[in-house]
């Protein structure tokens, strides 16, 4: 990995990491601000993305240990399928 590849990935931490914190104080104002900051190019949307998976997963497993979320994760994915085909989406949130 190069220097440059690095800085990158470090910013993309950064990002990824203020993201989740934002998320969790519900700072919608910043995490829009940090939003349009990572949507300047493919590249920099990508290495967010894959940061936020990347500290999610980590938290996820030293909360619930790998297999658990490992099952928390597909049963998100899963029912998240479902929701997406359902006719009417909202009434499962009546």
Do not use: C, K, P, W
Not at 59 to 68: S, V
């Amino acid at each position: 990995m190069s220097t440059v590849e690095r800085r990158s990935a470090a910013r993309a931490n950064q990002r990824a990491a203020a993201f989740i914190r934002f998320q969790m104080l519900g700072d919608h104002e910043a995490m829009h601000y940090l939003l349009l900051d990572v949507a300047e190019s493919e590249r920099s949307r990508l290495e967010f993305t894959t940061a936020l998976a990347s500290i999610a997963g980590s938290l996820a497993a030293t909360a619930l240990g790998r297999d658990q979320a490992l099952s928390y994760l597909r049963s998100v994915a899963e029912s998240s399928a479902v929701l997406s085909g359902a006719d009417d989406i909202d009434r499962y949130f009546d």
